[in-house]
């Protein structure tokens, strides 16, 4: 009998592929299951119980959360990435640490398949499908979702008919959980006008009022939250989420261009990952200079991008990782903000590294380092050239 490894959620469409590939193809399933920060210790269990119910052979989780932050989450944390100026690239990124690791699981145990539920409308198919034939060349990607075309009603019919159990109340909406951020899926979202309704979201509202939350960043990464230190940035994360997810900040909707050329339309909410980047890109304005944000800006873009499209083993990346780390060296201090309902609002910083520093001067008062005469000579000079342009092109046009 081949074997196949499944990534697998516990959703709609990998309980579909278990049964799938087990009953109709007759592979011997290897289910595998990538969390990246967004199980507990509970739901890991029950997503364990639930493949081993659909008969698979075996079952692993594999814990990327770390490495998943090491590798990929600090570096659009130092970029400030928000694909189209929204969208914390919540499973885009997370994507990469599944696809990685299912890979090499099929690797370690031989198998002559990889099998995962994406569909063929989305960017998934690619960074899985790519991810695969990289690092595994010649191992056949299995893909029962999109290749038979289906829609999540006929799965859910499919599943009765082989007298499956499941919340197919809670399946008609798509959910991925991650440290990142969570993406959320329904029909609200398959046309161009409409939001989510409240009970889709998985964090529920319950807070109201305000309070104020300090961040605090060492050479760019989180480590303090209202003073509590951790040791590592996952926890702060988590932790940070625990505060503001119940303030329903961070919800969105995300429109993008998808890999393979067509619009698509996501909920997703990130309260800690959004606040994170605004706090960041907060700190990095009053610290870094003038070409270090505008050089960091251009780059991050293109990183953002090139992940989004599944290249995260494109070598550039690393090169770009590396000019990233070294623009954070002074990226350090704590920046204030207010968390309401739906919104927050940012105070400012602290920090010793900050350029706006009143020993040099006030913005749109008074300065210490330079006279009246040094500005008239330098404005004279900076804009010496330009004046050039238009007496010679006056000059020129005066005598037609």
């Known amino acids: ?192 006008l409409g939001q989510l309704p409240e009970e889709a979201w998985p964090t529920p509202m319950t807070k109201q009022g305000s309070e104020e939350v300090k961040l605090g960043f060492e050479k760019g990464e989180l480590k303090t939250v209202n003073g509590k230190s951790f040791s590592h940035s996952v926890d702060a994360i988590h932790y940070l989420q625990t505060i503001a997810g119940p303030y329903g900040i961070g919800r969105d909707i995300h429109v993008g261009d998808t890999i393979i050329g067509i619009k698509g339309r996501v909920g997703f909410e990130a309260a800690a990952p959004v606040l994170i980047i605004k706090a960041h890109h907060a700190l990095e304005k009053h610290v870094l200079t003038k070409w270090q944000m505008s050089w960091k800006d251009q780059l991050a873009q293109f990183y953002g991008n090139w992940l989004h499209e599944g290249q995260y083993l494109d070598p550039i990346m690393r090169d770009m990782e590396a000019f990233l780390t070294s623009s954070q060296q002074n990226v350090s201090g704590e920046v204030s903000l207010t968390l309401h309902p739906y919104r927050f609002q940012i105070n400012g910083i602290e920090s010793k590294y900050d350029l706006m520093s ?43």
């Open 1 to 192: 009998m081949k074997k196949v490894v499944l990534a697998f959620s516990g959703g709609l469409d990998t309980s579909y592929c278990a049964i799938y590939l087990s009953k109709d193809l007759g592979y011997e399933v290897h289910t595998i299951t990538v969390n990246t920060g967004g199980f507990n210790a509970e739901e890991v269990k029950d997503i364990e119980k639930r493949a081993l119910s659909l008969g698979v052979a075996s079952h692993i989780t594999v814990d990327e959360t770390r490495n998943y932050y090491e590798k990929v989450i600090r570096f659009l944390v130092f970029g400030n990435v928000l694909k189209n100026g929204t969208y914390p690239l919540s499973v885009s990124a997370e994507r990469m640490s599944q696809a990685l690791a299912a890979a090499r699981y099929a690797k370690e145990i031989k198998a002559d398949a990889v099998a995962h539920g994406s569909t063929a409308a989305g960017n998934d198919q690619v960074r899985f499908d790519m991810i695969i034939q990289i690092l595994a060349p010649g191992t056949e990607i299995i893909t029962p979702i999109r290749d038979l075309k289906l829609s999540r009603e006929a799965e859910i019919e499919y599943l009765k008919s082989k007298g499956v159990v499941f919340n197919f109340e809670k399946a008609k909406y798509s959910i991925n959980k991650g440290i990142w951020g969570t993406s959320v899926g329904g029909r609200e979202t398959l046309n161009s």
């Open 358 to 400: 009143a020993k040099f001067g006030k913005y749109g008062e008074m300065n210490l380092g330079w006279t009246a005469d040094d500005v008239k000579g330098f404005t004279k000079i900076f804009g010496n050239q330009v004046a050039i342009y238009h007496q010679v092109k006056n000059e020129s046009e005066s005598q037609k």
